[in-house]
Nanobody, 113 residues
């Protein structure tokens, strides 16, 4: 599966962005989806992850970010509201189907103060 991430950009603090991760084929059988963030000089960290059983958010984004999916559009989303400068980084989508693990190429989000 090829994943195309998009939706990043430059936004002022307090603004919103919606990231999209579109797959090259059906994601109906995807049993795990996640968005990860990598700030400059930092390790990649999970921001929002979801399975059929549970959804988890990093403490720093709870109440501001929402992960969702649209199987018909083969797309996973990350809605980001009330953005803060510390949300700046490259965001990667990650989908898993059984033992198969797929990563998108990353999309840059820059939040100015």
């Amino acid at each position: 599966v090829q994943l195309q991430a998009s939706g990043g950009g430059l936004v002022q603090a307090g603004g919103s962005l919606r990231l999209s991760c579109t797959a090259s084929r059906s994601i109906v059988n995807i049993d795990y989806m996640g968005w990860y963030r990598q700030g400059r000089g930092k390790e990649r960290e999970p921001v929002a992850t979801a399975t059929v059983l549970a959804t988890h958010y990093a403490d720093s984004v709870k109440g501001r970010f929402t992960i969702s999916r649209d199987n018909a559009k083969k797309t996973v989303y990350l809605q980001m509201n009330s953005l803060k400068p510390e949300d700046t980084g490259v965001y990667f989508c990650n989908l898993r189907e059984g033992r198969r693990n797929y990563w998108g190429q990353g999309t840059l989000v820059t939040v100015s103060s």
